[in-house]
Each structure stands twice: as structure tokens, then as C-alpha cells.
């Protein structure tokens, strides 16, 4: 069962900061929210994890909240190649659900 | 390169025929899985293996075997395919224990007719 809610699809300028929330109120405390992302019909592609602390790396930056409930993935300079479907994912590290995601279109 | 190879991208194939996709990865990872995607359903698991003679089903099993018998390989085995079974499907490995995620193939499409 999806332990995540994501709103199914959302747009961005290009060029701006593309923020993509996440809710999983009822994440445990040894799980890590997992974001990937799905361009068309190509393998998921992994972009960021974290536990409790923010995280950033190359792609994108990982706002978790205090509590745990809710998380933020932020695209800082979205392009036109970041249009692909977002999947939101908590898990300890082996097993994956992935839902439907949310579809972002960046429009030029 | 580190990947995870599956083939083939595309099959075609009739009712019944048996058929099977491989999937290879060369990272070294006990953990494997299987995935289909069907539109409006997202990704769903079929079955996973943690390491070398260890399978699991997952979510939507039925119809469907796997092996290991080596740790890089997790071929994925449709006896008698129906075209209910038509679908994207994605082979993914990563380490076991390890909290890096997975890293998936290109997919394979199937079509059962």
C-alpha cells in the first residue's frame, strides 16, 4: 500500500525552482525518504535520499520536516530535460513502493 | 560501467509461448527485483531475491518465476504468457543492507497477442 501521497501532476517555469511536496505521515523511524524520478518510459532513475537532516547533492535538494511527516523536493534551475514523473518512496532500504508519483512538466 | 542490463527492450510474442528476459547487473549487489508498469498503476513488484537461491514474491506474483542462481543474474521467467502480462517491465539491484537505493534497467517491453 502507498505509504506516500503526492499531488498527481504539477507544472514549472523553466528556469525556476521546481518544488514537488510529499506527505507520509506514517513513516517509521527506520526509513528514509527515497526520491526518483521516471523520463518517459526509461528505468527510474535514483536522485536524492534522507533520514531526518536536509540533504543535497548535484540534482536536487531533500527539505524533510521536523517531524518527519512531510518532505520537499526542490529542483533549483528546472530545465525542460526534468520533465518526467517524481516518485516520493519511504522505506529502511531494500523494499520500494512506488505509486503514481507526481508528473512535472517544465513549460519554456 | 556500473549497470544493470536487461533483454530484450522489445518482445513480441503469442499466448502461451514460454519466454523469458534476463537481467544482469555487474555492481556485485545481493538485492534484486522485478517490476511491471502499467498505465495509471505505477511500478508494482513482482518478485525479489536478497541474495543467491533467495526469492520472494512481491505485490503481483502470479504468473510469473524467477531464479538465482548467481548472484549478477535474476532472468524472469513467463511460463505461459497471457496478454494480461502485456507490459513495461524493469529489473532493479542494490546492496544489501545499504540505504542507497536501487538502480534499474532500460525496461523491456512485452506484448503478448
Known amino acids: 500500500d502507498a505509504k506516500t501521497t503526492q499531488p498527481p501532476s504539477m507544472d514549472c517555469a523553466e528556469g525556476r525552482a521546481a518544488n514537488l511536496p510529499c506527505n507520509h505521515s506514517?513513516?517509521?523511524?527506520?526509513?528514509?525518504v527515497y526520491w526518483y524520478r521516471q523520463i518517459h518510459s526509461q528505468g527510474p532513475q535514483y536522485i536524492i535520499h534522507?533520514?531526518?537532516n536536509n540533504e543535497t547533492n548535484e540534482m536536487a535538494s531533500l527539505i524533510i520536516t521536523e517531524d518527519r511527516k512531510s518532505s520537499t523536493l526542490i529542483l533549483p534551475h528546472a530545465t525542460l530535460r526534468d520533465t518526467a514523473v517524481y516518485y516520493c518512496i519511504v522505506s529502511p532500504g531494500n523494499q520500494f513502493y512506488f505509486g503514481t508519483g507526481t508528473s512535472l512538466t517544465v513549460i519554456p | 560501467e556500473a549497470q544493470v542490463t536487461q533483454n530484450p527492450r522489445y518482445l513480441i510474442t503469442v499466448t502461451g509461448k514460454k519466454l523469458t528476459v534476463t537481467c544482469s547487473q555487474n555492481?556485485?549487489?545481493?538485492?534484486m527485483s522485478w517490476y511491471r508498469q502499467d498505465p495509471g498503476l505505477g511500478l508494482r513488484q513482482i518478485y525479489y531475491s536478497m541474495n543467491v537461491e533467495v526469492t520472494d514474491k512481491g505485490d503481483v506474483p502470479e504468473g510469473y518465476k524467477v531464479s538465482r542462481k548467481e548472484k549478477r543474474n535474476f532472468p524472469l521467467i513467463l511460463e505461459s504468457p497471457s496478454p494480461n502480462q502485456t507490459s513495461l517491465y524493469f529489473c532493479?539491484?542494490?546492496?544489501?543492507?545499504?540505504?542507497?537505493?536501487?538502480?534499474f534497467g532500460s525496461g523491456t517491453r512485452l506484448t503478448v497477442v
Open positions: 532493479a539491484s542494490s546492496t544489501q543492507g545499504s540505504n542507497d537505493g536501487y538502480t
Open positions: 534522507g533520514l531526518k
Open positions: 555492481m556485485n549487489h545481493e538485492y
Open positions: 506514517t513513516i517509521s523511524g527506520n526509513e528514509y
